[in-house]
């Protein structure tokens, strides 16, 4: 992959996190509609709806914070080296997931 295109990558990435976590953390729509004591299963499927969403969100953010840090060194022109070990990551690795900060070994022991 070309470096312009990597960049175009990560950053289609990055700005489909923030959409989908914006989306996550945005009241719902039907929130008002939720009455608790009417049937009980409703609350209860929406609390455990939520649990998942956060929990969603949480690897995204994990994923944003890769993504944000793999443009970072895009510009430091460190991309494609290990952020832990400074050795080179597999291009097979940055292929499959551009915005991986961490050779395989490294990220294992993550
Ligand atoms: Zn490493």
């Not at 312009?4 to 729509?29: Q, Y």
């Amino acid at each position: 992959m070309k470096a312009g295109d990597v960049r175009a990558a990560l950053e289609s990435k990055r700005a489909r996190l923030l959409a989908d976590m914006d989306r996550m953390t945005a009241p719902p729509a039907d929130a008002s509609n939720i009455s608790f004591g009417k049937r009980v299963g409703e609350g209860t499927s929406y609390a455990v709806e939520r649990l998942v969403q956060v929990e969603l969100h949480d690897q995204m953010q994990v994923v944003l914070a890769d993504v944000t840090r793999a443009l970072v060194k895009l510009d430091e022109g460190t991309y494609g080296t290990c952020d832990a070990c400074g050795g080179d990551i597999a291009p097979a690795r940055v292929e499959g997931l551009p915005w991986a900060t961490l050779c395989v070994s490294c990220a294992a022991q993550r």
